[in-house]
């Protein structure tokens, strides 16, 4: 189901209401969560709202969806540093119940397992955020990737490395691989929410629309989820017709 909204901060405050929801009728719930652009107005609208409504955040476990090869902590393009500045700093979470994958893993192998293993001893997410690439990918499945994929490393795209290469500085290098939850991982999700604003979007959503379920367009297996809602704004909905979304306003 498209749900489409007037603008980016429409489509945090509807999203954060969600999670808090969740939160409220699951306070130990587990929750996939994503990183990129998209997702920045989300948690900082969700803080706002947590710190309001003053929630115990404590119990909640969070998986992250992925992590490039080779960036640690402390590098400021990493996701894991990315979480700690635009979500887990800001609130009480239990720092042993917030799961990255380890981009500095010894045997990057043996950790996709052990990741996915962990998430599946969790019973997989009560709610699984995404935001989705220019070129279809959730996480950071690429176009092909099988759809009974569990946690696993990846050769990132030249399209995901030039679209990503917008937050690392001139010098960087955007790193040429990645662990991402596989595409079972995230369809083990009693809940998905899909995210995407912007024009940028809006070729790829109609891509989406228009075709049948194929690894060629990863995000597409979400056709098959039970309960999934693709939320947009007006930009990245431009391309598709108005009789398959319903608008709303703000939550
Ligand atoms: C990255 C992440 C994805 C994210 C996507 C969209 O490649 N691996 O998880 O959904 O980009 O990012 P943005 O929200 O910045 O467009």
């Known amino acids: 189901m ?19 929801n969740t939160i409220k009728s699951k306070p130990d719930a587990v929750l ?24 115990d955040v404590s119990r909640l476990t969070f998986f992250n969806l992925d992590e490039y090869v080779g960036l640690g902590v402390d590098h400021s393009q990493s996701y894991a540093a990315y979480m700690r ?18 981009g500095q893993a010894k045997s990057l192998e043996e950790h ?31 176009p092909g990737t099988a759809f009974d994929s569990r946690c696993h490393v990846v050769e990132l ?9 917008r937050f690392f500085a001139e010098d960087e290098i955007v790193p040429a691989s990645a662990i ?17 604003t912007g024009k940028n979007k809006a070729p790829i959503l109609a891509r989406y629309f228009e075709s049948e ?16 809602k693709i939320i947009l704004d007006e930009a990245a909905a431009s391309l598709l017709p108005a009789r398959v979304f319903q608008r709303a306003a703000a939550a």
């Open 157 to 165: 795209s030249e399209r995901t490395r030039i679209d990503n290469s």
């Open 180 to 196: 991402t939850m596989g595409m079972q991982d995230i369809m083990d999700a009693r809940e998905v929410l899909l995210v995407a």
């Open 213 to 228: 379920v194929t690894e060629a367009i990863p995000f597409t297996i979400l056709k098959k989820h039970p309960r999934v």
């Open 112 to 142: 996709c397992r052990d990741y996915s293993a962990r998430m599946q001893q969790h019973g997989g997410t009560d709610l699984q955020l995404l935001g989705v690439g220019s070129n279809g990918h959730i996480g950071f499945n690429e």
């Open 32 to 55: 996939g969560a994503a990183t990129g652009g998209t997702m920045e107005p989300i948690y900082a609208c969700f803080i706002d709202k947590v710190r309001q409504q003053q929630l």
């Open 85 to 102: 500045e635009h979500l887990f700093r800001h609130l009480s979470f239990n720092a042993a119940r917030l799961y990255l994958p380890d």
């Open 2 to 20: 498209f749900v489409v909204f007037p603008d980016t901060s429409a489509v945090a405050d509807y999203v954060s209401a969600t999670l808090v």
